[in-house]
């Protein structure tokens, strides 16, 4: 059933926008502000259900660990198997009743009891009532468990122990903790003017009208901070190529390339495209990036948002970067923006804290291959840049520190961002930055100078 079918039948508010698409999540596995996007666009709701849908659906995401603990206060066999969708209806109720000051716990029970009949779940109904029930009459007399243990840390903030252990073990109990901490936060939205046609002055007048405020960064240049209730997508300045939406993190790794003007570049790994259209401002459209990525459909929106942005130095094609498809020693620059676990971006997509460890394991293997085979492509005296938007030792120093032991025509070359001040002990052309360190995702870098 389609998410504008169900709607029809189970009628359009929030909350069981929420929940469908909470389930569409659980049973596709896809990325949250994609599902979401696409239940939203399905329905024609008010700006409060509109909101009210993002706020409880990102939310169950983002406590999933904390409300199971709750919640399993009040089932008489917490570990049983319950419905997919009496269990999400439970947790979307907990959430409001936990966590929503403004929603009344009457009407968190009474909502998702109704909600949970529309979809088809009646005979749970009683069930539902008196779990949600008896978690408002006690929840101020509700506790996590305190202290600083693993398990502690995994209900606070509702991150899979094995997740938690990883970061102790690379990055030592306190900088893991601030990390958690951090993740407690909204993030921010970071946006990359459109320096070819526009800068932050006549950028704030044509946002001005929309009640979108924009504030600019000193560095990197270009760079800003937008200040904005909607999707930035739905703004008339995007829609005609005056920004594109690119997080503080990403910003700072195509300031690490550093292009230059009529230099010929590749972005291996480019969809869709944030870190390719900024390189190419840099470059004040004059010279070449290479953009390739495997799939063919997402090669098409970096065709596309180069048109919107009006960049034509930038030629998109399809190809796997671990071929060899590059001619040999070409590029000025080459950027190696590898799939990972993404670890780093939890505050955006908070899906990804629970997917298993295990599954992370065989990404060095495909990131090394892409990191080797996209180096044959460099010139000498060319600039190798490796990044990735996770915080995993094995996915960033291990496949940096293996690269430059077995190819002996590549050295390091020191990073320097203007500033950032470093959290790890780390060799100079590496870089490893925190949401809370001056960047506004977690991500790595690695860069290496061919000889």
Not at 216 to 221: E, K, N, R, T, V
């Amino acid at each position: 059933m389609s998410p504008t079918e169900r709607n029809d039948r189970i009628g359009r508010n929030g909350r069981s926008v929420a929940l469908a698409a909470l389930l569409d999540m659980k049973n596709n596995d896809g990325y949250s502000n994609l599902i979401l996007d696409k239940h939203l666009r399905a329905v024609h709701l008010d700006s409060r259900e509109a909101a009210l849908a993002s706020v409880l659906f990102y939310g169950v995401l983002e406590k999933q660990l904390t409300l199971d603990h709750f919640l399993g206060l009040y089932l008489k066999s917490p570990q049983k198997k319950l419905d997919d969708t009496v269990r999400m209806s439970l947790r979307c109720g907990a959430y409001q009743i936990l966590f929503l000051d403004r929603v009344p716990d009457s009407a968190a029970v009474n909502e998702t009891v109704k909600i949970l009949k529309q979809f088809g779940k009646r005979p749970f109904a009683g069930f539902v009532n008196g779990v949600l029930r008896n978690l408002a009459r006690e929840k101020y007399s509700l506790l996590l468990p305190q202290g600083d243990t693993v398990e502690a840390w995994s209900l606070r903030y509702s991150v899979p122990e094995p997740l938690i252990s990883l970061w102790i073990d690379a990055y030592g109990r306190d900088l893991t903790h601030r990390l958690l901490e951090s993740f407690q936060d909204l993030p921010e939205t970071f946006v990359r003017m459109n320096t070819l046609r526009t800068d932050a002055d006549r950028l704030q007048n044509e946002l001005t009208p929309y009640d979108a405020s924009l504030l600019p960064l000193d560095f990197p240049p270009g760079a800003a901070r937008l200040e904005y209730r909607g999707s930035p997508a739905i703004l008339p300045a995007f829609e005609t190529g005056l920004f594109h939406v690119e997080d503080l993190s990403a910003q700072l790794v195509c300031a690490i390339v550093a292009p230059q003007r009529g230099q010929r570049l590749l972005d291996c790994c480019a969809a869709p495209g944030g870190k390719t259209f900024t390189l190419a401002q840099m470059m004040e459209d004059q010279g070449e990036i290479e953009a390739m990525d495997l799939n063919l459909g997402r090669v098409r929106l970096i065709e596309s948002g180069a048109q919107r942005l009006q960049l034509s130095c930038i030629l998109a094609r399809q190809g796997d970067a671990t071929q060899s498809l590059f001619e040999a020693q070409s590029f000025d620059r080459v950027l190696c923006d590898v799939p990972c676990s993404g670890f780093g971006v939890i505050r955006r997509k908070p899906e990804i804290r629970y997917r298993p460890i295990s599954q992370a394991q065989e990404l060095p293997v495909l990131q090394y291959a892409i990191l080797t085979n996209a180096a044959e492509a460099l010139k000498p005296g060319g600039i190798l840049v490796y990044s990735t938007c996770t915080l995993n030792p094995a996915e960033n120093g291990q496949v940096a520190d293996r690269f430059l032991s077995e190819n002996r025509s590549f050295a390091p070359y020191p990073i320097v961002l203007p500033g950032i001040q470093r959290v790890l002990p780390e060799p100079e052309h590496q870089l490893t930055l925190f949401p809370f360190s001056g960047g506004s995702d977690g991500f790595f870098a690695a860069v290496f100078i061919r000889k």
